[in-house]
């Protein structure tokens, strides 16, 4: 199984294209105080959501 962790924040996506397109945004991820966008699956959540809309996992 291939892995696909960010070599900086070592966070792993699981799939080739969240990494890429975490790569693309240069690894700027929400804080966990709710300020900030947040990445998950390729989508970005700016509006308070605290799912993503693809996998259901918590952002």
């Known amino acids: 199984m291939a892995?696909?962790?960010c070599p900086?924040?070592?966070?792993?996506?699981?799939y080739p294209?969240?990494?890429a397109?975490?790569?693309?945004l240069?690894?700027?991820?929400g804080t966990d105080d709710g300020g900030g966008a947040k990445?998950?699956?390729g989508m970005i959540y700016?509006?308070?959501e605290s799912t993503c809309?693809?996998?259901?996992?918590?952002l």
């Not at 900086?8 to 699981?14: A, P, Q, R, V």
């Not at 240069?26 to 991820?29: A, H, M």
């Open 3 to 5: 892995s696909y962790v």
């Open 8 to 14: 900086n924040c070592e966070i792993d996506f699981g």
């Open 17 to 19: 294209q969240g990494l």
């Open 21 to 24: 397109v975490h790569k693309e």
């Open 26 to 29: 240069g690894c700027e991820w």
């Open 39 to 41: 990445y998950c699956c």
């Open 46 to 48: 700016e509006d308070g």
């Open 53 to 58: 809309k693809s996998c259901g996992d918590p």
